[in-house]
């Protein structure tokens, strides 16, 4: 660690995410359903982002959002640097970037002028992975910059889920101190050493089973987020109170949480647990009881400076005027819904809602107006909807996609596709009009690419462009029982079966989100 990065780890860069939950559109549909008032997006907003990382979601958000102004600050200059890069490469004009520390950011926000203020603070793996300091600077920014009635999410590690792996994250940290070197490395030998210490019978582990269970689910996991996650001196898991209390100084009041089924009690905490929990007064307590009936371990959280909330109807009114549309396959839509208490199935008819958004972008309204779905009240429909939201099967449009977001996507698009040639790191597109961006497996992404480049649609030119990459990324193609396929020909055969079975699924969803 250098001197510059006050505990936190700097010699890797972070992963290249994208982070759904704080989106604009996202973040204002929550908020609706919860019945909160948000800034509108049909008209100029703005929007910083804190620890904007290698700036690919905010890169995609402006893309998305040419009406908005976007504002990314970071202290580590490897990512302000690659962020610069792609946003001009993009050619996008309303997005910035700037090299600060939280610290030296709350200096400059005392200078700010009311113009300077924003709409939307997001802050995601940030909170719990710095200083108290920091901390403290960072409510600064939110007290001076945050307009009344501006959204801000944070995202933290919680408790009391995290409590039994804290030694474990020490232990790890003590472990890279005594053995310098570069962080991918300290991270290795401090997993190896724990996996001996486990494996020798150490009674940490056999008291806390969960420990040893995660050490095994880490071990494949990307070593730059690892890093980033484990080896920060000031990693500290956090309570919902806590938070709360930090945030009262910016004026800031909770909200609700990004997470769509953590709001609604009957989905997520067992019936016993939510009668004593309706005994608590006090909004903060009442929150961080609940995280203790859910074990919670990472909160998503949505505050408020100034909320004002929606009347009932004019709530369900204003859902009713949204528009969404399916992001799988019809085939792979679900009627059982993972959910904080295990699976809620639902009745089948309500795939009435599913053919609805495979066919184009229907509205909420238009979606209870069908007759096969008659038996259905507004609640039912809206709460599926949600669901399927949550899961990430289905997306609200934006207001208005524009030409111009559509243009703006699609040069970026263009960026990121001759990145993911040669680099296998970038797993998102931009979806100009849900606002997001949309994941894709290495396959879909270089048909992607291909497809932006000016490939065809035909399984056969397709298929000789994927060859090309394939093999210049040193992969193979499995066949029909498993076994790697190197040669060119071959690749090319196999890859004509797969894209004509693929494209006819595929295609119609990045058409409707505006991928191609």
């Known amino acids: 660690m250098t001197a510059w990065s006050d505990g936190y780890n700097s010699d890797i860069a972070y992963t290249h995410g994208f982070y759904r939950e704080i989106s604009p559109g996202y973040l204002s549909y929550v908020c609706l359903l919860n019945g909160i008032r948000t800034p509108p997006l049909d008209r100029p907003f703005r929007y910083c982002e804190l620890g904007c990382g290698q700036g690919v979601t905010l890169n995609m958000l402006a893309a998305c959002h040419p009406q908005g102004r976007f504002v990314g600050i970071d202290f580590n200059p490897l990512h302000i640097a690659g962020a610069r890069r792609l946003a001009e490469e993009a050619g996008l004009s309303n997005v910035s970037f700037r090299e600060q520390s939280f610290r030296d950011a709350a200096a400059a926000a005392e200078r700010a002028g009311e113009e300077d203020g924003f709409d939307f603070i997001t802050l995601h793996g940030v909170y719990s992975w710095i200083s108290p300091d920091n ?232 979606i209870e107006a069908r007759p096969d779905l008659a038996r259905h009240d507004f609640g039912t429909i809206s709460r599926f909807l949600s669901l399927l939201v949550s899961i990430n099967h289905a997306a609200p449009l934006l207001p208005s996609p524009s030409a111009e977001s559509r243009a703006a996507g699609a040069r970026l698009n263009q960026a990121i596709a001759r990145r993911m040639l040669i680099d296998e790191t970038l797993f998102y597109l931009t979806a100009p009009v849900i606002g997001t961006g949309l994941q894709a497996d290495t396959l879909e992404r270089i048909v992607l690419a291909g497809l932006l480049a000016g490939q065809p649609v035909d399984s056969w030119a397709l298929a000789g462009f994927a060859t090309t990459c394939l093999q210049a990324l040193g992969r193979s193609v499995l066949d029909e029982n498993g076994a790697p396929i190197t040669e060119p020909s071959r690749m090319r055969e196999r890859l004509v079966g797969i894209l004509s079975a693929m494209l006819p699924i595929k295609m119609p969803v990045w058409q409707r989100v505006g991928i191609i």
């Open 135 to 366: 901390r403290q600077a960072l409510v600064d920014i939110l007290a001076r910059l945050l307009k009344p009635g501006g959204i801000v999410y944070v995202s933290y590690n919680a408790q009391p889920g995290w409590s039994p792996m804290m030694p474990l994250q020490r232990l790890m940290l003590a472990h890279a101190a005594a053995n310098p070197g570069r962080s991918d490395r300290q991270f290795d030998a401090a997993l190896d050493f724990l996996g001996r210490l486990n494996q020798a019978g150490a009674g940490y582990f056999a008291a806390n089973p969960a420990a040893a269970q995660h050490l095994a689910t880490i071990g494949n996991q990307d070593r730059r987020y690892l890093t980033h996650e484990y080896l920060n001196t000031h990693w500290e898991p956090l309570a919902h109170a806590q938070v709360v209390k930090d945030l009262e100084r910016a004026k800031l009041s909770y909200g609700c949480s990004a997470t769509i089924s953590h709001n609604i009690d009957e989905l997520a905490v067992k019936p016993d647990l939510r009668a004593i929990l309706a005994e608590i007064a006090d909004p903060a307590l009442a929150e961080t009881a609940r995280d203790f009936a859910m074990n919670q371990v990472f909160r998503r959280d949505i505050f408020v400076r100034g909320a004002e909330r929606m009347a009932r109807r004019e709530t369900e009114e204003e859902l009713r005027r949204l528009r969404f549309t399916l992001l799988v396959p019809r085939e792979a839509a679900t009627l059982s819904i993972p959910i904080p208490l295990g699976e809620l199935r639902h009745d089948p008819s309500l795939g009435a809602i599913h053919d609805a958004l495979a066919a184009g972008t229907p509205s909420l309204a238009e």
